[in-house]
């Protein structure tokens, strides 16, 4: 059954400017041009659209989907790398959620310098924002990139 991009779309509950931006990337392989020069897409686009949309909904990066796709396009190979794989990102993830965790005390702190309604000049929350760098924030955060996280 081939279909168009739109029908592609529709049965993969993705965008088409996502899939335009898959193949792109060659994520996804370039369709096959109908006579009319439309788009054809079959059921390999499908699945294959699906395996990169589950990846991304698991916060993947394009380059962790694209060592993946790698694996699934080679069955007879040794899955030893998509363990290492998995689990390099659960370590992101970990780290990610430290980082969340500081993040909100971060904020709650925040939130504590403004416990009454006042006018905006008063208020604590926008006086500390307008500082530097929050301490905290400086101090648990950081401002490092955490690699394969999008």
């Given amino acids: ?10 049965a993969t509950d993705t965008a088409v400017e996502t899939i335009r931006f898959y193949e792109r990337e060659a994520l996804l392989p370039a369709p096959e041009r109908a006579n009319n020069n439309y788009r054809s897409y079959g059921p390999g686009h499908v699945e294959r659209l699906t395996f990169i949309r589950h990846c991304r909904s ?3 990066a394009l ?9 699934k396009d080679s069955p007879e190979n040794n899955c030893a790398g ?9 370590g992101h993830v970990a780290q990610r959620i430290r980082q ?8 709650k702190t925040l939130r ?13 929350i926008l006086k500390e924002l ?3 760098a929050p301490a905290l924030l ?13």
């Fill in 138 to 150: 400086a101090k648990g955060t950081g401002r490092r990139h955490v690699h394969g996280t999008h």
């Fill in 112 to 124: 504590d310098q403004c416990t009454e309604v006042d006018a905006a000049a008063s208020c604590g």
């Fill in 82 to 90: 998509v363990n290492e794989l998995l689990d390099n990102h659960i």
């Fill in 58 to 60: 698991l916060d993947m």
């Fill in 1 to 10: 059954m081939q279909m168009k991009i739109g029908e592609l779309a529709q």
């Fill in 100 to 107: 969340l965790r500081v993040l909100e005390r971060v904020l």
């Fill in 63 to 71: 380059d962790e989907i694209r060592s993946l796709l790698r694996f």
């Fill in 130 to 132: 307008s500082t530097e």
